[in-house]
């Protein structure tokens, strides 16, 4: 069965400072991994995927993220935090198992508070 | 271009009343889903469409059916509401090329709640 874990349901970090929000999941077969953001009382944009090739995968507004296969994980990233990326952000799994068709597994998300 | 927009955006139903989501997608995609969103839960497939006329149920079908009668339109229905489908729904669309790698494109969310 597919699923995603965040292991994190908050992360707290200064403006200016790295962030991390941690993604790792489970899936038969190779992963196509997602990272989505949504601002309150807004639905979900979409940051960036990884397909295939490079482990970093750059995506929108500074941020990248790192597939690990070894340790089952796509960490979302960025070198300096802004208070304007205060929200709440999701990695999501689609497993090609399911061929073809993108049926996404959500993971429970992570709040991120960008403090001043 | 709008993208994927949702009506309406917000609504309250009394226990076992009736109600229809609508979901538009003006970007010619294919695939389009309906999730929900729970606190701490993330977000659940509740049924999804690879085509028009086509349906399928997701992973928290019960007490919800949906119609794809027109491609640009994918319709969310509660017969007979209940407390536990106050949530926040969502729509969405992903085109058919390269199926799996697509990202899928959200509307901005219902917000529901059933007395």
């Known amino acids: 069965a597919q699923s995603v874990a965040q292991p994190e349901d908050q992360v707290n970090v200064a403006e200016g400072n790295p962030l991390t929000v941690k993604c790792t999941y489970s899936?038969?077969?190779?992963?196509?991994l997602f990272w989505y953001v949504q601002y309150p009382n807004r639905g979900l944009q979409f940051l960036l995927k990884?397909?295939?090739?490079?482990?970093l995968v750059k995506g929108s507004y500074g941020f990248e993220a790192e597939f690990n296969k070894s340790q089952t994980s796509f960490h979302l990233k960025k070198p300096s935090a802004l208070v304007s990326d205060s929200a709440l952000y999701f990695c999501?799994?689609?497993?090609?198992?399911?061929?073809?068709?993108?049926?996404?597994?959500f993971g429970s998300g992570t709040k991120l508070n960008v403090k001043p | 271009n709008a993208g994927v927009t949702q009506t309406p955006k917000f609504r309250v139903l009394k226990t076992g009343q009736s109600m229809t989501l609508l979901c538009a997608q003006d970007m010619n995609h294919e695939y389009m889903y309906w999730y929900r969103q729970d606190p701490g839960m993330g977000l659940r497939l509740i049924h999804y469409?690879?085509?028009?006329?086509?349906?399928a149920k997701g992973e928290v079908p019960d007490g919800y059916n949906v119609s794809r009668l027109k491609k640009q339109n994918f319709l969310l229905g509660l017969e007979s509401a209940a407390p536990s489908q106050t949530s926040v729904y969502f729509c969405a669309s992903s085109p058919r090329e390269a199926g799996d790698r697509n990202e899928q494109f959200f509307g901005p969310g219902t917000r529901l709640t059933v007395l």
């Open positions: 999501a799994v689609v497993s090609l198992a399911s061929y073809n068709f993108n049926k996404f597994y």
């Open positions: 990884y397909i295939t090739g490079d482990n």
């Open positions: 899936v038969s077969g190779n992963p196509y």
């Open positions: 469409s690879v085509g028009e006329g086509t349906t």
